[in-house]
């Protein structure tokens, strides 16, 4: 596997379920970035994580939970998750946290019923 | 407010057609712009980055150019092909900060056609 992978990439969940997506970079990089794209909408920042530790959280409701256990895999649990949440959410990487040019995984299509 | 705005929203052309697609932005102080392309149901793809110095920068049949002075930017696509087809997404980096000081534009919606 090469560049940043996602998992699933496609995901239908109520309400009330609980369900995480899962990034995954073989670039080596050290910055991995949450990001929600709705249709019609700029992309926005959700989470950074540099060197496994969150540096931004851009006022994202607790019904997203991130979590990074290491530079090469980010997750994103999510529960009690609203229509509204409805969006492709990419995952990227970075060399290192900064303005650095940012390589994109292929997205979870998320849609909640 | 840091705005980047990318015009038509959508357009059809015919495949072996050109087209050019703008981007004007209000960032200021300006360092990079950046050209994505995101095929439907896929992550962004860097396509070229200019710096402020920098007013061309060619990537195969893509052609992008920067007006640093009047803040706008534009793609050019030349003899289209389907694989064409997907959004094209500007986003301008300011000189200083971190990940949540880009700002993105929406994209312009290309489709190339038989």
């Known amino acids: 596997e090469t560049g940043v992978t996602q998992t699933p990439r496609h995901l239908v969940m109520g309400m009330t379920n609980k369900k995480s997506l899962k990034c995954e970079q073989h670039l080596g990089h050290n910055a991995m970035y949450w990001y929600k794209q709705s249709a019609k909408k700029p992309l926005e920042l959700m989470f950074v994580?540099?060197?496994?530790?969150?540096?931004e959280n851009n006022s994202v409701p607790s019904r997203f939970s991130p979590e990074c256990p290491n530079s090469s895999h980010l997750f994103l649990h999510l529960h009690t998750l609203q229509p509204e949440d409805s969006a492709l959410y990419l995952c990227?990487?970075?060399?290192?946290?900064?303005?650095?040019?940012?390589?994109f995984g292929p997205g979870t299509r998320l849609t909640v019923t | 407010k840091n705005q980047v705005e990318q015009s038509p929203q959508s357009l059809i052309i015919l495949e072996g057609k050109n087209c050019t697609l703008q981007c004007n932005y209000t960032v200021s102080p300006f360092s990079n712009l950046r050209w994505y392309k995101q095929d439907t149901g896929r992550g962004p793809v860097s396509l070229t980055i200019?710096?402020?110095?920098?007013n061309t920068k060619s990537n195969g049949r893509y052609t992008a150019t920067l007006d640093a002075d009047t803040k706008q930017s534009s793609l050019h696509i030349t003899a289209s092909q389907l694989s064409d087809s997907a959004s094209y997404i500007c986003v301008v980096s300011p000189f200083t900060g971190t990940a949540s000081k880009l700002t993105f534009g929406t994209g312009t919606r290309l489709q190339v056609t038989l």
């Open positions: 990227a990487s970075s060399q290192a946290r900064g303005l650095y040019e940012q390589y």
């Open positions: 200019m710096t402020f110095s920098e």
């Open positions: 994580y540099n060197f496994k530790e969150q540096t």
